[in-house]
């Protein structure tokens, strides 16, 4: 699975942004999907994940309300929306697949396929 994610950018305190992972070269519909962040001198964490049939959604508690991840099997791309955008939510961005029946705890370890971060910059 290739994954490929866009969406980044600058944006003032109380913005949103929407980001977009596009996946290829496997059957998206099967993997779990997952979104982390990572900011610089700190380790990657867990953003939100969201089940390979789209029914189920788990989020980090500093974005449940602000955030929200969907899933579109048709295009093979799943999406965050981020609203209410916080400068502690400056961070690169990574979307991420799981085979794992274990993605929901949020663990890095738990995905097989990572793609290429999205750099979003919040300012103050």
């Known amino acids: 699975v290739q994954l490929q994610a866009s969406g980044g950018g600058l944006v003032q305190a109380g913005g949103s942004l929407r980001l977009s992972c596009a996946a290829s070269?496997?059957?998206?519909?099967?993997?779990?999907m997952g979104w982390f962040r990572q900011a610089p001198g700190k380790e990657r964490e867990f953003v939100a994940a969201?089940?390979?049939?789209?029914?189920?959604?788990y989020y980090e508690d500093s974005v449940k309300g602000r955030f929200t991840i969907a899933s579109d099997n048709a295009d093979n791309t799943v999406y965050l929306q981020m609203n209410d955008l916080k400068p502690e939510d400056t961070a690169v961005y990574y979307c991420?697949?799981?085979?794992?029946?274990?993605?929901?705890?949020?663990?890095?370890?738990?995905?097989?396929?990572w793609g290429r971060g999205t750099q979003v910059t919040v300012s103050s």
């Open positions: 991420a697949a799981s085979l794992s029946i274990t993605y929901w705890r949020g663990s890095p370890g738990a995905f097989d396929y």
């Open positions: 070269g496997h059957t998206f519909s099967s993997y779990n």
């Open positions: 969201i089940s390979w049939s789209g029914h189920w959604t």
